[in-house]
Nanobody, 124 residues
Framework: QVQLVESGGGLVQAGGSLRLSCAAS????????MGWFRQVPGKEREFVAA????????YYANSVKGRFTISRDNANNTVYLQMNSLKPEDTAVYYC?????????????????WGQGTQVTVSS
């Protein structure tokens, strides 16, 4: 089993930056693909970014590409999401996810474990 705990959310002005962290425990962290998703009330959970077990391959939603960066520190069992140039439409609860799937990483079904979420609010 894997436990994931997100942190780093908060309130920021448009154009500002935040860095989210996801601390993992349980199974070997480095064996999992890690992803970030976000969700607002009344909408489906939306893919944001993913990173391979090695950290050498990354994937981003078009809406965040060029602004967000996903990274991982396997030695410390932590994955990060650096968010720059934030926009009000980035406001959501952000969730960290872990999975063993090597395919369809932009879908929730590719992931087996989820954190509790951390709120990000971007003011205009």
């Amino acid at each position: 089993q894997v436990q994931l705990v997100e942190s780093g959310g908060g309130l920021v002005q448009a154009g500002g930056s935040l860095r989210l962290s996801c601390a993992a425990s349980g199974r070997t962290f480095s064996s999992y693909t890690m992803g970030w998703f976000r969700q607002v009330p009344g909408k489906e959970r939306e893919f944001v970014a993913a990173i391979s077990w090695s950290g050498h391959s990354t994937y981003y939603a078009n809406s965040v590409k060029g602004r967000f960066t996903i990274s991982r520190d396997n030695a410390n069992n932590t994955v990060y999401l650096q968010m720059n140039s934030l926009k009000p439409e980035d406001t959501a609860v952000y969730y960290c996810a872990a999975g063993t799937s090597r395919r369809r990483l932009g879908t929730s079904g590719a992931y087996d474990y989820w954190g509790q979420g951390t709120q990000v609010t971007v003011s205009s």
